[in-house]
């Protein structure tokens, strides 16, 4: 069980619910989470985080909550890796010295950030810029340095929020070998609106449509509400307008 939501509630700032009393617990294995703009992927992603904390209800990893305690959420924060949409660039730093510090903030020691990042870097095909400056790659680069973060401590949870927004398809197809080259104890949970890959990719597929789960299930079962008459390409976006009444874009 990687990421459950037990009647979780959240609001920004007193405005009306982005997510109300919300029960869901993430499937092992690879989960794409899919929904309309402004249905609450993001949010989601930063409360299994514990970058935001619900109003009302719980979010655990295991036995471990966002609530709780500094010691037992700095455990939490070791075992789940964040990439958010927007990436932050620490100014005058390499990408192995920026992957290598959110190694550190995570709880390695500094020898084991800096060899680690390394690493993490070529597995994003990032290793031959290691020691250039985040700032001077370009966005789809830097995109992959922030994933390069999230790999670097060998999290037991992944969430990454538009990993691929910005790449080429050449970058898409290494980040997706780099998922499939996972250990089968490391669990990922990602929001996309790309879906050329679903069957070859993911497990799983959450869908949620103004912060209630409009589906969960096997990628299988998604497919299966798509139009029978819809061409093998676009099954994905024809089983994703059919669970969400198809009246909204599914950016995120």
């Given at each position: 069980m990687p990421i459950a939501f037990d009647r979780c509630t959240f609001a920004y700032r007193r405005r009306r619910y982005v997510i109300d009393r919300l029960n869901?617990?993430?499937?092992?294995?690879?989960?794409?989470?899919?929904?309309?703009?402004?249905a609450g992927k993001?949010?989601?992603l930063a409360l299994a985080a514990s970058a935001l904390r619900p109003g009302a209800g719980t979010v655990r990893h295991e036995s471990t909550r966002t609530t709780a305690k500094r010691a037992q959420l700095a455990a939490y924060r070791r075992n789940v890796?964040?990439?958010?949409?927007?990436?932050?660039?620490?100014?005058?730093?390499?990408?192995?010295?920026?992957?290598?510090?959110?190694?550190?903030?995570?709880?390695?020691?500094?020898?084991?950030?800096?060899?680690?990042?390394l690493g993490a870097l070529r597995q994003v095909e990032l290793?031959?810029?290691?020691?250039?400056?985040?700032?001077?790659?370009?966005?789809?680069?830097?995109?992959?340095?922030?994933?390069a973060q999230a790999l670097v401590h060998e999290a037991r949870v992944l969430l990454l929020d538009e990993p691929t927004a910005g790449m080429d398809p050449r970058q898409?197809?290494?980040?997706?070998?780099?998922?499939?080259?996972?250990?089968?104890?490391?669990?990922?949970?990602?929001?996309t609106h790309d879906t050329a890959d679903l069957e070859a990719v993911y497990d799983q597929v959450v869908v949620v449509?103004?912060?209630?789960?409009?589906f969960q299930g096997p990628v299988r079962a998604f497919?299966?509400?798509?139009?029978?008459?819809?061409?093998?390409?676009?099954?994905?976006?024809?089983a994703y307008h059919t669970l969400t009444g198809g009246n909204r874009t599914w950016d995120s």
């Open positions: 869901l617990t993430f499937s092992t294995g690879r989960t794409v989470l899919l929904g309309p703009n402004g993001s949010t989601l890796a964040w990439m958010p949409q927007e990436l932050s660039v620490v100014p005058g730093l390499t990408a192995r010295e920026q992957v290598a510090y959110a190694g550190w903030l995570k709880g390695l020691s500094r020898r084991e950030a800096w060899e680690r990042a290793g031959n810029r290691a020691d250039e400056k985040v700032s001077s790659l370009s966005g789809g680069q830097q995109r992959r340095v922030g994933v898409r197809t290494v980040f997706h070998e780099a998922l499939a080259g996972l250990p089968p104890s490391v669990h990922v949970i990602l929001s449509d103004e912060g209630r789960v409009a497919l299966g509400h798509a139009d029978p008459a819809a061409v093998p390409g676009r099954k994905a976006d024809s």
